[in-house]
């Protein structure tokens, strides 16, 4: 990541923990202090895409997207019994099928 973008992204952060508006103008203030040449249109960038979010929270939240499903997931397949069992078996033998077609040698590139 260039120094420039790098610079803004921490400015986006100062402004955030110390619960200031982002905007563009006070990223390139920020960034201005550092004597880091940002352009504009990266600072503009950057507020519009953190408007409205609370950056505080995305920065807490980071990974955690993807374990609520999965969590709902085991109370279904436990109360599925049997049958989920069965599923995956059945995928297991259809996948050793198509592994005997490729030991017959004959390949996409031969």
Avoid at 22 to 46: G, M, R
Avoid at 85 to 90: I, K, Q
């Amino acid at each position: 990541m260039a120094t420039a973008e790098l610079a803004a992204t921490y400015a986006a952060l100062i402004l955030a923990d110390d619960g200031i508006e982002i905007t563009s103008d006070k990223i390139l203030a920020l960034t201005n202090a550092a004597s880091v040449e940002l352009e504009p249109i990266w600072a503009s960038l950057l507020a519009k895409a953190l408007e409205g979010k609370n950056v505080k929270d995305l920065l807490s939240n980071v990974g955690a997207g993807g374990a609520g499903p999965a969590a709902a997931a085991g109370p279904a397949a436990a109360a599925a019994g049997g049958a989920a069992a069965e599923a995956p078996a059945e995928e297991k033998k259809e996948e050793e099928k198509e592994e005997s077609d490729d030991d017959m040698g004959f390949g996409l590139f031969d």
